[in-house]
């Protein structure tokens, strides 16, 4: 690691407070660019630590940028991981205040919730398929902390991902006589098509996202748990939303799943 407690601990204080004050910043590599990925996921970590202290559950994880059109979107070529908290928790049909969001864009996910215990190395699509209760649609709010969403791949992770608000419902379905790679994804805003994809697009088959999860936290030593919600992974680019605006997502035999933005 290259950066010691006390620059971690302020780095998360300064992230975390753009996030609950809705405002932007500069990347924080423009401060340390000799910063490493230890340094990024101990800050994430100490993200995580604060909301729990102050009452916060964690309620799940979730993989980003894992398909191509998100790291073209991004100019980036590896897949990161954060958590979710109770709060970016919005029900079915429900509402995300902008007042509180800096600039957010909507990602059409597929989420999954695990039945048991998922621990690297080693994970695989079978592995995780074996471990999924059910998945279910998702639209994540991504809302990145740095300035006109202009940010490396570590000072990304050091802001938990852009991670913001989420909405899942539709259709919960076991994935035994499901093909996740050829299910077919539409997402509206305000009526109009908006984006299209498949699950292949995140790492030719959802579940790999999981897999790559897993294998990562492993090398952490940790694994995720029986009951954790996890989302994989942005299926198209994300689309900038506004006050105002209504997103629907249609995931074939997954059923649909609406938010708007007040
Ligand atoms: O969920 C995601 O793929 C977001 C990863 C972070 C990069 C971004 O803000 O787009
Ligand atoms: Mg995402």
Not at 11 to 24: G, N, V, W, Y
Not at 66 to 79: C, D, F, L, N, R
């Amino acid at each position: 690691m290259k950066l010691d407690k006390n620059t971690i601990a302020r780095l998360a204080a300064h992230l975390e407070t753009c996030e609950l004050e809705a405002r932007d910043t500069l990347k924080i590599t423009d401060e340390y660019p000799d910063m490493d990925w230890d340094d990024a996921y101990a800050i994430q970590d100490e993200i995580k630590r604060r909301k729990v202290a102050r009452g916060a559950r964690i309620v799940g994880l979730k993989a980003g940028l894992t398909s191509h059109a998100k790291m073209k979107q991004m100019g980036v070529e590896t897949p990161v991981f954060g958590f979710l908290a109770d709060y970016f928790a919005i029900p079915e049909g429900g509402e995300a205040k902008m007042s509180e969001l800096i600039h957010p864009k909507v990602e059409p996910e597929i989420a999954f919730v695990t039945k048991a215990p998922l621990r690297g190395p080693g994970c695989h699509i079978g592995t995780v398929l074996a471990a999924t209760d059910f998945v279910m649609p998702a639209i994540e709010v991504i809302d990145s902390r740095f300035r006109d969403f202009k940010f490396d791949l570590k000072s990304v992770v050091a802001d938990n991902c852009s991670s913001s608000r989420f909405v899942v419902g539709g259709r919960m379905a076991p994935v035994d006589n499901l093909d996740l790679r050829t299910l077919g994804v539409v997402m509206e805003k305000n009526g109009q098509v908006v984006s299209l994809g498949a699950g292949a697009a995140v790492l030719g088959h959802p579940a790999a996202a999981i897999a790559m999860l897993a294998n990562l936290l492993g090398e952490r030593g940790e694994e995720i748990p029986a009951g954790t919600l996890i989302l994989s992974g942005g299926i198209t680019e994300a689309v900038a939303v506004e006050s105002g605006d209504n997103v629907t997502l249609r995931i074939q035999d997954l059923g649909c799943v609406n938010m708007r933005f007040s």
